[in-house]
């Protein structure tokens, strides 16, 4: 067990609706879970909860088999660091796409060169060299999507939250994607993934969770999403 949600219940300041309304869930490590709702439904939210980004305004938030928001510096930070949300619409820095991908390590106390390594390591290991040495402004949204992703699994993430992460792929980019992803399960991340395609869903995840207006309307395999879809029709 990685990071467990239970009761969760969350709203933004000044607005009375609650996006998230009594989420109990479970992330683990070397599996996929595959959010899936129309936009407006709380994913986003439950990501940025569920990666300890947002504290929740009711419920309880356990890491690793920690309380984790009664948890203070260190303590914190170390869980933290076990876990990446990657953006929809990442934000990359100034220099080259392997400069964004090395400079995590970087934050980590890395040494320049060996930040440099392993990250060339990695574009190597997807086969994306040819991205490297691009400047970020040069980039394409769907490039800057893989380099953003890259930078993610650089820092070895116990778990990683991947928010709409093929929004802006082509096909090409799209399969890249799909097959970073199955390699970090198979070598023991837990994937987590917020999207509104359902096709992805019944392709990639071990779990599925429906969200409605910040509720779970299903969980459990693939064949939730077919019952699911059977009740809309």
């Known amino acids: 067990m990685s990071i467990k949600l239970e009761e969760i219940?969350?709203?933004?300041?000044?607005?009375?609706?609650?996006?998230?309304?009594?989420?109990?869930?479970?992330?683990?490590?070397?599996?996929?879970?595959?959010?899936?709702?129309?936009?407006g439904s709380g994913k986003t939210t439950l990501l940025k909860i569920a990666s300890l980004l947002y504290k929740p305004l009711r419920g309880f938030v356990e890491a690793w088999g920690n309380d984790f928001w009664s948890l203070t510096g260190d303590a914190k930070t170390k869980l933290r660091r076990r876990v990446v949300y990657?953006?929809?619409?990442?934000?990359?820095?100034?220099?080259?796409?392997?400069?964004?991908?090395?400079?995590?390590?970087?934050?980590?106390?890395?040494s320049r060169e060996e930040s440099l390594r392993i990250a060339e390591n990695l574009f190597?290991?997807?086969?994306?060299?040819?991205?490297?040495?691009?400047?970020?402004?040069?980039?394409?949204?769907?490039?800057s999507q893989l380099v953003s992703l890259l930078r993610a699994i650089v820092v070895n993430p116990s778990l990683l939250?991947?928010?709409?992460?093929?929004?802006?792929?082509?096909?090409?980019?799209?399969?890249?994607?799909?097959?970073?992803?199955?390699d970090l399960v198979k070598n023991g991340v837990g994937v987590v993934i917020a999207t509104h395609d359902f096709s992805l869903a019944r392709s990639l995840a071990d779990k599925v969770v429906i969200l409605e207006e910040g509720a779970i309307a299903a969980e459990g395999g693939s064949e939730v999403i077919f019952e699911y879809l059977g009740q809309k029709v």
Not at 11 to 16: A, E, I, L, T, V
Not at 124 to 143: I, N, Q, W
Not at 161 to 182: N, Q
Request: charged share 20%; glycine share 10%.
């Open 124 to 143: 190597t290991r997807f086969g994306v060299d040819y991205l490297k040495g691009k400047p970020a402004g040069m980039l394409s949204a769907g490039e």
């Open 86 to 110: 990657v953006h929809e619409k990442p934000i990359l820095i100034k220099g080259t796409a392997l400069h964004n991908v090395a400079y995590g390590l970087l934050l980590r106390g890395f």
């Open 9 to 39: 219940w969350f709203q933004y300041p000044r607005n009375p609706k609650w996006i998230l309304k009594g989420i109990s869930l479970t992330f683990k490590e070397s599996e996929v879970t595959v959010v899936v709702g129309p936009n």
């Open 161 to 182: 939250f991947l928010d709409e992460p093929m929004a802006h792929l082509d096909l090409g980019k799209r399969r890249i994607v799909l097959s970073m992803i199955r």
